[in-house]
Nanobody, 115 residues
Framework: QVQLVESGGGLVQPGGSLRLSCAAS????????MSWYRQAPGKERELVAV???????NYEGSVKGRFTISRDNAKLMLYLQMNSLKPEDTAVYYC?????????WGQGTQVTVSS
């Protein structure tokens, strides 16, 4: 059974940091491209960052230089280090696994940036 379980969300002040984690199970983690998406209220879900199976990374423009995506294939974990958080980063953050036609999603974790 495939599972992606996010954790680490919460309430943080502007300028603060959070580290999101995603625990994977039930599939061959190392061959999948892993991503973080987010969805703010009233907006479409958007790609935040991706790390492919060769550890190449790519970021959405507004998070470049502030967010860092990483993966640990031995632990079956995906991470998103978020620094210098802004109110516009407020959203539900989702973990995503993709390999050709196979796509899996986690349930999401809420990140709220507010003073």
């Amino acid at each position: 059974q495939v599972q992606l379980v996010e954790s680490g969300g919460g309430l943080v002040q502007p300028g603060g940091s959070l580290r999101l984690s995603c625990a994977a199970s039930g599939f061959t983690f190392s061959i999948y491209a892993m991503s973080w998406y987010r969805q703010a209220p009233g907006k479409e879900r958007e790609l935040v960052a991706v790390v492919d199976n060769m550890f190449g990374t790519n970021y959405e423009g507004s998070v470049k230089g502030r967010f860092t995506i990483s993966r640990d294939n031995a632990k079956l974990m995906l991470y998103l280090q978020m620094n210098s958080l802004k109110p516009e980063d407020t959203a539900v953050y989702y973990c995503n696994a993709r390999q050709i036609a196979s796509v899996y999603w986690g349930q999401g974790t809420q990140v709220t940036v507010s003073s």
